[in-house]
C-alpha cells in the first residue's frame, strides 16, 4: 500500500503529509464493502473537492474571463462537468489508482466516467485538507487552464449558433440518435437539424462531443471551418 500511494504521489505531484487522506481519496465503496480494514470511502472527500473544486474554478474564470455572469457559468459548468474531471484523470492515469471491489474492477469501473470524476474531486478535498487551498489550486489549476483553452478554440456550437441567429426563425436542434460500444467506450451518434431538417451528424465519447462534432460538420458544410 505505502508503494501504491507512493506513486500515486508522484503522478498528482504531491506528497501527503496524512497518508490516510489519501487511502481515502482512493477508496471506492465497492472495496470498503470487501475490506474491513478501510476505514472509509472517498465520498466525504468528494463531497468536500467539488466546493473546493467550484471554488477554484471561480475564482480563476473571474480573474481571467471577460463576459457576464451567464457566460462564467456556462464556461464553469463545461470545465467542471463530468467529462472534463474525468479527461483529466485518465491524463494522470488515476484509474489504476482507484481501490475497487472484484465486481467493480472486473466490470472496468476504473475506466468509467463517473468513478473517475469523483475520484478527482476526492483527491483535490484530500489535498485541501492536507495541504491548504494553495496546494490543491496548484494542483487542478493547470488542468482547467488547459480546459478553457480548449473550450475557446472547439465551441463549434456557440459559433454555429451565432451564426444561425443572424437569420431570425432558425433554429437548430441535436438529437442523439444511437450509441454503440461497451459502457465505458460508448461512442455516441448525433443528428443535428436545422429547422426541421437534417444538416449533419456528429460522433464522439460522450454527448457533448457528438453534439461539437455534428456542429463542427456543419460549419465546414457552410465553408466556415476547416
Given amino acids: 500500500m505505502i508503494e501504491h500511494l507512493a506513486k500515486t504521489e508522484e503522478k498528482i505531484g504531491y506528497v501527503f503529509k496524512d497518508k490516510t487522506l489519501l487511502r481515502k481519496a482512493l477508496t471506492h465503496s465497492s472495496y470498503l464493502n470487501e475490506h474491513r480494514d478501510a476505514e472509509e470511502c472517498n465520498e466525504r472527500l468528494e463531497f468536500l473537492g467539488d466546493s473546493v ?12 474571463r471577460k463576459g457576464d455572469e451567464g457566460d462564467l457559468t456556462k464556461t464553469k459548468a463545461l470545465l467542471v462537468c463530468e467529462e472534463a474531471l474525468s479527461t483529466y484523470a485518465k491524463e494522470l492515469n488515476l484509474g489504476e489508482s482507484l481501490l475497487l471491489g472484484r465486481g467493480e474492477k472486473l466490470a472496468g469501473a476504473e475506466h468509467r466516467s463517473s468513478i473517475l470524476c469523483d475520484e478527482v474531486e476526492a483527491i483535490l478535498g484530500a489535498i485541501y485538507l492536507d495541504g491548504g487551498y494553495e496546494n490543491a489550486r496548484d494542483f487542478i489549476l493547470p488542468f482547467l487552464i488547459r480546459g478553457a483553452e480548449n473550450f475557446r478554440q472547439h465551441d463549434y ?36 437539424y436545422l429547422n426541421s431538417n437534417r444538416i449533419s451528424e456528429g460522433r464522439g465519447r460522450s454527448k457533448k462531443a457528438a453534439e461539437q462534432a455534428a456542429a463542427k460538420k456543419a460549419l465546414e458544410l457552410m465553408g466556415l471551418e476547416k
Fill in 157 to 192: 456550437k456557440t459559433v454555429l449558433q451565432e451564426v444561425i441567429q443572424k437569420n431570425p426563425g432558425e433554429a437548430l436542434k441535436y438529437v442523439i440518435a444511437d450509441d454503440f460500444g461497451p459502457e465505458h467506450e460508448k461512442t455516441f451518434l448525433c443528428h443535428l
Fill in 53 to 64: 473544486l467550484s471554488l477554484i474554478c471561480s475564482d480563476h474564470l473571474y480573474h481571467t
